[in-house]
């Protein structure tokens, strides 16, 4: 039994030794992570899962932002789905985006460039297209309602001097929407250039002077070697204007305040007004979740779709 | 130098001890603060703190500061103005949901009745009837707090701090280029300034090329058409009944007609900044549809400004027209209910309200006998009608705003009503009343 004792221990223990000390190591260094990373996760768990996941709860339930929720089962739901007026602004939102993703981005392309030929200007430009982003919505909103306006505009001065047709930019139904694109374009422009002149400047000179070399013409070489490896910047920026797009708010609540028209109403105005106007915090976080779940969709769809366009480089 | 903190080998329990003892500062760090923010705490005399919260101008913001140090030594307890900057509601919303909302805070007419239904606010009744309050409701015009009372007419949830009543403002100088020989002022004067009277000085500024008038969905800009008329817009019960009302059809009817001609230009939803304002600043419009607060920015015009009342039937009478107001309600959940309720009484009061407006420029007294608030400076020249207006006139209607539902669906209805050449008086009518009697 005593040479029992003292064999079992050892048999049991000399090969688990090295195991036991990763394993110990392992733990500690977890816990090390945690202690290090707490401050940031409490920050996160608070401030952003928290509210998802109550926004979620509200989703379901019925809530005027006073006393107790009561479960709704599917019914804020179904308020959305019968309401003209939300219909009116998903269509709205849709259109924004239309207007404004492409919008931006072509423009924010060709500016690219034509500023890889600007030499020594490159910074005075890239200053003057980054200024719009660094400024607030609301005095970017405030300026353009002075550009806007149809009577004292000079844009509209402007085109009437040339003999062009001067819209009333945020009273005409068919034109309040592509306004606000308007100046989503002018604002979204700088962050864009910025990102498309880092993709460019990101290109090897080599694979443009093997094209070259293959007598491809500037179009060509651009079709079929600038586009195809600025691809990855291209995915990154759609999917970022998109979502952003969705997101539109503050240039209409500066422009239209609490009483914006059907014309100019979009998802989020939607669900501000529905929260912190009428107190219907249930139908305004399923409203939420709503535009969650199609974001996550389309953003999905980018991530299948780039396998079939997108090209890394090395 | 080999003992420096730098040159010294890291050690992985002591990186552990550091970055444990770290995030337990962090962590405590907000608790510590919330301790420490309760040093300010306990007035002049031992009667705790009290706290007002308000959207406020800068130039507001200063004078309540002010404010609220005059008021800490009358009603001992440290008085706190807590400016709310952006978007006031649903802030105001957040802090009473947590529970951290000031004892009192003001209240727009779209959140009034959501409040009262919730009980986020107490009925100051009892204490505006008592002794202990500085001001009695009667100093009130009795058109401006109803729209602070419940749903079925009881209780008083709020006390307007001051007001702007619905005045035309007119550009001399445009009115002079567009050949009018007599401005409305004059005219009022002379007992002529009716409807037919705007209108004809509303055709002559459009032929001259410039605008007269622009209105927009607001509440504040379209229901004088009905009153000035002399027509009736609510019953004792508070429905909205103009649509059976002669008179209120032929002042919609009269309203709908300057629209289709041009005459007044609907500007929609807009914000004020694209409205009216930046066209009168201009100088490219004869007359503005605001109250008092367009002074301050007046001041600085090169062109000559004046008011003048709404037309009226008879050409020579002041006529009940909107008048744009906020209410000081009570928390009910106020820390210090006591010195909230001397807060709201004295802020209210006549000596509160001349030390907040006075000089300002911005408004106009809601209680009586402050009437050289109104016409300080004598800018403009016929300021008293301010007050003439406010005596006569009517805050927002409780049907309006009795369902927060309805009172944001009612400018978009109105916004589309306008918008839709086919729209009559009749038509106009029945689809606000449908909206509004439910």
Known sequence: MAIDTQVRPSARTAPSRPWRKVSRRRRKDTIAAVIFLSPQLFGLIVFMLGPLGFALYLAFSHWDGFGTATFAGLSNFTELFDNPRIQRSAINTVWFTVLQVPGVMVTAFLFALFMQKAGKMTSVYRLGFVAPVVTSSVAVATIWLYLFNPDISPVN??????GLPAPNWLQDPSFIIPSFAIVGIWQGLGYQLVMFMAGLQSIGASYLEAAELDGCSAWQKLRHVTVPLLSPTILFLSITSIIGSF?????????????APDEARTIVYEIVQMAFREFNFGAASALAFLLFLVLLGVTGLQMAAQKRWVHYAE | MSDSLFSRPVDRRAVLRTGIFGALGLAAAPALAACGGGSGSGGPSGGGSVTWGAWANPGEGERYKKFAEELSKKISAKVNFQAVVGDYEAKLLSQLSGGAAPDAFYVGDGMMAKFIQAKQIADLSDYIGSDKSPVTLKEFPEGLYQWCKAADG???????????PSVLWFNKDVLSSAGLSQDPSQLFDAGSWDFDALTAVLEKVRASGKK???????????????TAFGGKLQDEAGKIVFADDPKAQEGLGWLLEQFKSGNITYAGSLPKGQSGDALFLAGQLAFNNVGRWALPTLKSVKFGYDIAPLPSPTGKDIMPVPVATAAIALNAKAKNREKALELIGNYVSKDGQKFRLSGGGNAVPSITGLDEIATEGGVPAHAKWFNDAVAKGYAIPNAFVSNP????DLPVLVDKLFKDPSTTAASFSQAVTKLVNG
Do not use: E
């Not at chain 1, 001065?157 to 040339?162: F, N, S």
């Not at chain 1, 997101?247 to 009483?259: E, H, K, L, P, S």
């Not at chain 2, 009881?154 to 702007?164: H, K, R």
């Not at chain 2, 007269?212 to 379209?222: E, T, Y």
């Open chain 1, 157 to 162: 001065t402007a085109l009437k001097a040339i």
């Open chain 1, 247 to 259: 997101q539109v708010f503050d240039y209409i609540y500066v422009f239209m305040d609490t009483n």
């Open chain 2, 154 to 164: 009881t209780g008083l949830y709020g006390l307007p701090v001051d007001c702007n």
């Open chain 2, 212 to 226: 007269g008038l622009i209105l927009a969905n607001w509440w504040f800009n379209w229901v004088w058409s009905i």
């Open chain 2, 405 to 408: 539902k309805t009172a944001t």
